[in-house]
């Protein structure tokens, strides 16, 4: 039986094909990160809230074309946001939502908090899942949000600056926060019989 010989190159490329290659799938696992749980994330963006209840919403053409037209951007596949009525001493105080985005590659959950006019009361990144860009879970950045009402005061770029680097981790999320701003228009109008 006769051996090939082996280059010293041809092991190194070997070694460094595999080396890569492990480096790869670890550098990728080491980026995503859950943050908190959702129900720490409604008792952050709705403190004043005791119990949450589960409410559940017919996303059916009528209401997805609301929410496109209300905060004109594109209803994404799978759009299906949760939803929960936050309750405090026996009154609706506000709701909390939880969605998702894809960031750059990967998907970003985050929760939103409205209270009972539809403002923003807080935004959460609960799970980020991206290389770079996680600074959107920066408290000055999220803060933003906050007291914001309607899809028109959310805009990116304006109302919502950007972070270099997380451009599209940004925008994304940012357009989310619109729908949800929208769905809580909608539920507020609900609410009062408007």
């Known amino acids: 039986m006769r051996r090939s010989q082996i280059s010293r190159r041809q092991v190194l490329q070997h070694v460094a094909k595999a080396s890569l290659g ?3 799938l670890s550098a990728a696992s080491s980026f995503a990160a859950e943050f908190m749980t959702l129900e720490q994330a409604r008792l952050l963006v709705l403190p004043q809230a005791h119990v949450f209840s589960l409410r559940p919403i017919a996303f059916n053409d009528a209401t997805l074309s609301a929410i496109a037209q209300a905060s004109q951007t594109r ?11 936050g309750v405090a001493s026996d009154a609706v105080c506000g709701w909390v939502m939880a969605d998702r985005v894809i960031g750059k590659y990967d998907i970003i959950d985050y929760v939103v908090g409205f209270n009972l006019v539809g403002a923003v009361s807080g935004m959460e990144v609960t799970a980020y899942r991206e290389s770079h860009g996680a600074e959107i ?4 950045w999220r803060q933003q949000f906050s007291g914001r009402k309607g899809p028109a005061q959310l805009r990116f770029g304006d109302d919502i600056r950007n972070i270099s680097g997380a451009t599209l981790s940004c925008q994304h999320v940012t357009e989310g926060v619109q729908r949800l701003s929208a769905l809580a228009a909608l539920l507020t109008a609900t609410k009062t019989g408007a």
């Open 75 to 85: 209803i994404p596949r799978g759009f299906n946001p949760q939803c929960w009525q």
């Open 137 to 140: 879970r920066n408290a000055a």
């Open 22 to 24: 492990s480096l790869g």
